[in-house]
């Protein structure tokens, strides 16, 4: 591997992760400050950021937008993707900032890596080991001082925001399982542009968002276009480059910069305050996905020759 290239990797990874946080924040900004629904909201960056991806893709390689379709069961795969996949967590993401804050919304997502263990853990029928139970017991225990503050008996998540938490957690596993087959033998910017664009499709049925009124002055449109340019298209395509540069296991593990970057620009922007106690929180779920990343990362790293 060239210096240059896993220096890019790197740099990419952590950006991602940035753009994602900033992201999340700019969602927040938009459900408080401008009345828009995260319902709105997630049709519109889906469906803009789908066909902004898809029409890169038309130019770039033009032969890849029609491949997944040849095969009955990855067009299967894809349409189950968009909805259960992308669709679900894009939607309960916003849901879960809607009804809490950008940092602790992230923070509850990201303990999706630890349902994607138990789901590993059922699959090779094997227990979860040592570093593996702390890390379940660090997102257990990072989700119940978010919520609680450390006391039971006092919510202080409210409990929309708790649920959507838990179904953006469980939306992550999904969407990290479901299409690792699919990018393997397609290209991976139409896999997503296709799944951006039928999720957004598909929630578009239930939410119906051309029936909201939404007054579109200066700074939502400069928002929204932060959301689906920064937050998506920039977002994702560096990600992905970042994968291809140094390796999934790497990628995934700098990119969690994003539990941070998130209540950063939270505080930073919209005032948001957070408790000493949900920073314990937010430590609790990061460092439960670096010692989840540990094992496959001295995997990897053991197979790089020197």
């Not at 033009?62 to 259960?84: E, H, M, S």
């Not at 298209?233 to 593990?253: A, E, R, W």
Request: net charge positive; with cysteine.
């Amino acid at each position: 591997m060239k210096v240059s290239q896993a220096l890019r990797g790197v740099v990419f990874a952590l950006l991602a992760g940035i753009c994602w946080g900033l992201s999340g924040t700019m969602s927040q900004y938009l459900f408080t400050a401008k009345g828009v629904s995260s319902g709105w909201l997630t049709v519109w960056r889906m469906l803009l950021s789908g066909a902004i991806l898809l029409t890169v893709t038309a130019i770039r390689k033009p032969a890849a937008l029609k491949q997944v379709w040849t095969v009955k069961a990855d067009t299967i795969q894809l349409l189950l993707f968009a909805v259960l996949g992308l669709m679900a967590v894009q939607f309960s993401y916003l849901q879960a900032i809607r009804y809490s804050n950008a940092g602790t919304a992230t923070a509850m997502q990201y303990s999706g890596e630890a349902l994607i263990l138990l789901y590993a853990c059922i699959t090779e029928r094997r227990f979860p080991k040592a570093l593996e139970i702390l890390a379940l017991v660090l997102a257990l225990g990072g989700i119940y001082l978010l919520a609680t503050h450390g006391d039971p008996s006092n919510m202080a998540l409210s409990e929309q925001g708790l649920l959507w938490g838990v179904i953006a957690a469980i939306s992550l596993m999904l969407y990290t399982l479901l299409p690792a087959r699919l990018i393997r033998k397609y290209d991976s910017a139409s896999i997503t542009g296709y799944g951006l664009l039928l999720g957004g499709l598909a929630l578009s049925l239930f939410v119906r968002p051309w029936e909201e009124t939404v007054t579109l002055d200066g700074m939502l449109l400069l928002v929204m276009t932060g959301i689906i340019l920064i937050g998506t298209v920039l977002s994702f395509t560096i990600y992905l480059q970042s994968v291809v540069d140094i390796g999934g296991v790497k990628t995934g593990l700098l990119a969690s910069v994003e539990t941070i970057s998130a209540p950063f620009f939270a505080v930073v922007w919209l005032h948001t305050s957070f408790q000493p106690v949900d920073y314990l929180g937010f430590g609790c779920i990061l460092l439960m996905v670096v010692l989840l990343a540990v094992p496959a990362l001295k995997k990897e790293l053991s197979s790089i020759p020197f």
